[in-house]
């Protein structure tokens, strides 16, 4: 018996999140009385996991993945679920790793819950808590299947110093050309921009920005904190700013530490895609726009003042520190 | 080319969410339920399919009867039949069988669905239907063009888009962006008068039992009132962000 996670990467890095999967795979191990063994793709340093508990990491590099294939991600997962006899699986709710999980819930018939904000509170029946109605309530869920597939939310449970000494085993594996029905053909990434899905901190602007030209403001204070810029859904129909910024209930979901929300009402749509994220911080001109009501901080005025002012503030800060 | 549409009947976006019977189930009184607004982008696009490239549309619900209107909605939409398997969801694997059953029954050629429904969010049964079925699978699609049998698509991923291609039998998770907003269709008295005429077949479930099941729910905790900061003091702000919420 073992509890098995998928450390996600990019271009051969780990994700902020498979810290937190490997984190949180650690602690259901120690509630299982088990190991936790990691499964990484085409990883270089695989030892940056031991720091988070992993004893164990299967490492496998493979030449026909260097762009992501789903299937055979998943077959990847599978594989060593089943050589490790592993009775949970923890992965993140990157793009990709929804993109893997449904089919490796059907390759195991395991039972798979996404969206998991805690720790199991019981091991049998086997229970964990869920987000469920877009942020608005959780569920407590029973898994009772013999394998089990938690997702857990991005930035619900964080990353945790455990370290171990572990080891790394590097396999091969074959995988059969059916595999590769679905090819990349091209990708088209924005680079050296923070993404939505990576940021500790997002900027959003809505429509109290009266126009595209007047973005220079919000993209330069989000040089300043290090932020993604995002945008509320009418700003991206009205197409000032492009669908992949568009964060809300049809939207990009946002958990992020800290959002800024500038010149948006704060519609519940919107609110329900962003009110994962663990501080708020409105500006806004209306006193009475929604927003203020799910924020923890607001300041009531004219984003054309506070904006630039805020600017100034934060890099004075910045150099102080 | 055989077109087969998930359809989720959900709360509206703007639903207040409470629960009862000791928190073990959702309240629906006073609550509108709409078409899954993943869905509902999936089936606009279908429909340009079906006007475009000659297609047949078959929408799908897993439910009871209270979502037949939703499934009579789609069809005023443009959709030429419906059918409900009449079970209860409460589980992505289980539902996930039922629609796999009924695209084997079918032959569907491409099978279209949200990727996420807004009411339990659990994104899993598009990917577990496709990998039932052995169909070619991609989440979070937001373009799509079939050509006899190979199909383009794009679909997001963090920080940009990736070009995909494929080949037919296919399931497509789609999301906006596959049409927009303004592309949505909103059903006229014609579609709706001859919705009424058309065929909704109820189908009894296969099913198995359930993978998971809800024990009960909470809401969140009210949130402490917002702290405001007066316009003119954005020192104040940026000490209590970095002393208080230790965010920046």
């Known amino acids: 018996m073992s509890v098995l996670v998928f450390a996600d990467a990019t271009n051969g890095k780990f994700k902020k999140s498979a810290f937190e999967v490997v984190s949180y795979g650690k602690k259901v191990a120690e509630q299982l009385n088990t190991n936790l063994v990691a499964v990484t793709v085409n990883v270089s340093v695989n030892e940056e996991l031991f720091y988070y508990g992993a004893e164990k990491v299967i490492s496998v590099s493979e030449s026909k993945l260097t762009s992501f294939n789903a299937k055979a991600y998943s077959s990847i997962i599978n594989k060593f679920a089943e050589s490790e006899n592993a009775t949970v699986i923890v992965l993140d709710s990157s793009i990709d790793t929804l993109h893997i999980a449904p089919l490796v819930a059907v390759s195991l018939d395991a039972g798979y819950v996404s969206n998991v904000i805690a720790l199991p509170s019981s091991i049998s029946p086997f229970t964990i808590k869920r987000k469920v109605f877009s942020n608005k309530g959780y569920a407590n869920t029973v898994i009772s299947t013999e394998k089990k597939i938690i997702g857990v939310a991005k930035n619900s449970f964080g990353i945790h110093e455990n370290p171990v000494s572990g080891t790394v085993k590097e396999m091969s594996v074959s995988l059969p050309d059916s595999d590769f029905g679905v090819k990349s053909e091209k990708v088209e990434k924005a680079s050296g921009k923070v993404t939505i899905a990576d940021a500790d901190v997002v900027v959003s602007a809505g429509r109290g920005m009266k126009g595209p030209e007047n973005w220079g403001m919000i993209e330069e204070l989000a040089a300043v904190l290090g932020a993604a810029t995002a945008c509320s859904k009418p700003v991206s129909d009205l197409g000032w700013r492009p669908h992949g910024e568009h964060v809300g209930q049809t939207g990009k979901p946002v958990a992020s530490n800290l959002y800024i929300a500038i010149g948006i009402s704060g519609a519940i749509q919107h609110l329900a895609g962003v009110n994962a994220s663990k501080v708020k911080v409105v500006i806004n001109s209306d006193p009475e726009a929604p927003f203020f009501k799910a924020a923890d901080y607001g300041i009531i005025g004219d984003a054309f003042q506070v904006v630039p002012e805020l600017i100034k503030k934060l890099k004075a800060f910045k150099e102080a520190q | ?248």
């Open chain 2, 1 to 248: 080319m055989k077109i087969l549409v998930c359809i989720s009947h959900v709360p509206d976006t703007t639903s207040k969410i409470n629960f009862v019977e000791n928190d073990t189930k959702f309240d629906m009184n006073g609550i509108q339920f709409v078409i899954n607004p993943y869905d509902e982008f999936c089936l606009t696009r279908a429909m340009w399919f079906k006007e475009k490239q000659g297609a047949t549309i078959t929408v799908l619900n897993v439910g009871n009867t209270t979502t037949e209107s939703t499934l009579r909605k789609a069809l005023a939409i443009g959709a030429d039949d419906a059918i409900r398997v009449n079970l209860e969801p409460k589980d992505g694997l289980s539902v996930a069988k039922e629609i796999a059953a009924i695209v084997k029954n079918g032959n569907y050629d491409l099978v279209l669905a949200g990727r996420e429904s807004i009411d339990y969010n659990g994104g899993m049964v598009p990917g577990m239907v496709a990998s039932l079925v052995d169909y070619h699978f991609v989440n979070g699609c937001v373009d799509i063009e079939v050509e006899g049998n190979s199909v383009k698509l794009v679909r997001e991923i963090d920080g940009g888009n990736e070009t995909l291609s494929s080949t037919l039998p296919m399931v497509v998770a789609g999301q906006k962006g596959i049409v927009e907003e303004k592309d949505l269709r909103i059903p006229n008295m014609r579609g709706i008068m001859m919705a009424r005429q058309k065929p909704l077949q109820v189908v009894e479930p296969i099913t198995s039992k359930n993978a998971t099941e809800v024990q009960s729910y909470q809401k969140p905790l009210p949130k402490g009132a917002v702290k405001l900061v007066n316009a003119d003091d954005i020192d104040g702000l940026i000490n209590l962000l970095h002393n208080e919420a230790k965010v920046i």
